[in-house]
């Protein structure tokens, strides 16, 4: 596609249940990076892709959450049993390749709210 | 691990005054990128450094890197209302693959 595309872009979703945020990245990046950004904060990283294998999944919060990547493209962050501190938004980016050299191009974002 | 600091966190101008922020590694850094995000939206790449001592200008848009490669500037000259938003700084480390991002420097221009 001509972006990366996320969905959905809100999410309001009660504590304890599970969640599942996709990211579309540009066709033929083979790099794909998945942010958290808490409000007025900085970006946090979560997990890094190249091709379908994760290499990178310290930034990961918690076993509460997962990333999987199918057919080195679209990507889905799960979330488990989801706790108030959660609540922030998700951010996907992906890049040509991973590397010295390639700037990230961001999608719009996830804003997940936890009640 | 890496850490990227980032000042100031906030900078409110006039319109037509100069701003800068800058960042700092606690490690040598690969590379640097810089990212603008405006109010609602999401990052936006702007430009990478790599090499020592690095100076590139986007129109009123100056980037620097230090010759040490673990600290980095952006100039803004004569602001402008369409400057407003946060501007973030990510360092590339020996991963080379992921960028450790600063907190950001929230650009506000009174017109």
């Known amino acids: 596609g001509a972006g990366v595309s996320q969905s959905p872009s809100n999410k309001v979703t009660e504590k304890g249940k599970d969640v599942e945020l996709r990211c579309d990245p540009i066709?033929?990046?083979?790099?794909l990076y998945w942010y958290r950004q808490s409000l007025g904060q900085g970006l946090e990283f979560l997990i890094y892709?190249?091709?379908?294998?994760?290499?990178?999944k310290s930034g990961l919060p918690s076993d509460r959450f997962s990333a999987e990547r199918t057919g080195g493209s679209v990507s889905t962050l799960t979330i488990q049993r989801t706790q108030q501190e959660d609540s922030a938004v998700y951010l996907c980016?992906?890049?040509?390749?991973?590397?010295?050299?390639?700037?990230?191009?961001f999608g719009s974002g996830t804003r997940l709210t936890v009640v | 691990g890496q850490q990227v600091m980032q000042i100031p966190q906030y900078q409110h101008v006039q319109e037509g005054e100069d701003f800068t922020t800058y960042c700092n590694s606690s490690?040598?850094?690969?590379?640097i990128q810089w990212y603008k995000q405006r109010p609602g939206g999401h990052p936006v790449f702007l430009i990478q450094?790599?090499?020592?001592?690095e100076v590139k200008k986007q129109k009123r848009l100056t980037f620097q890197f230090g010759e040490a490669k673990k600290n980095s500037s952006l100039h803004i000259t004569a602001t402008q209302t369409t400057d407003v938003g946060t501007y973030f700084c990510?360092?590339?480390?020996?991963?080379?693959?992921?960028?450790?991002f600063g907190k950001g420097t929230l650009l506000t221009v009174n017109p």
């Open positions: 980016a992906s890049s040509p390749r991973a590397g010295v050299g390639y700037g990230y191009t």
């Open positions: 066709s033929g990046h083979t790099a």
């Open positions: 892709f190249q091709g379908n294998s994760a290499p990178d």
């Open positions: 490690t040598t850094l690969s590379n």
């Open positions: 450094l790599v090499k020592s001592g």
């Open positions: 990510a360092g590339g480390g020996g991963s080379n693959y992921k960028l450790t």
